[in-house]
């Protein structure tokens, strides 16, 4: 059984940083691309970030070019949001992702399996 555990979201003021932390279990971690969505009251789920398995390129989305940085510890099974500079569009609860690394279209597509969230709230 695949589970995918986040950590690391809170309250912050405006310009603040937080650390998100994902610890995967049940799956070969090495083996599956890594991604972060996020999801705001009344708006679309996005993709805000991701990690690819076999080189480690990544990915993040334009809104926090910048500001958000993605690791990954396969070791530790664990994949890393560094956020900074943190800005009230950024609050949303944000979900830890996996995908199967020999699918085509990284870092689109449909990822496999969901954590179940953490919220991240930034005050101005």
């Known amino acids: 059984q695949v589970q995918l555990a986040e950590s690391g979201g809170g309250l912050v003021q405006a310009g603040g940083s937080l650390r998100l932390s994902c610890t995967a279990s049940?799956?070969?971690?090495?083996?599956?691309?890594m991604g972060w969505f996020r999801q705001a009251p009344g708006k679309e789920r996005e993709l805000v970030a991701s990690i690819n398995w076999s080189d480690g390129r990544t990915y993040c989305t334009d809104s926090v070019k910048g500001r958000f940085t993605i690791s990954r510890d396969n070791a530790k099974n664990r994949v890393y949001l560094q956020m900074t500079n943190l800005k009230p569009e950024d609050t949303a609860v944000y979900y830890c992702t996996a995908r199967g690394g020999l699918k085509a279209g990284w870092p689109y597509g449909k990822y496999d399996y969901w954590g179940q969230g953490t919220q991240v709230t930034v005050s101005s």
């Open positions: 049940g799956l070969i971690f090495s083996d599956y691309d």
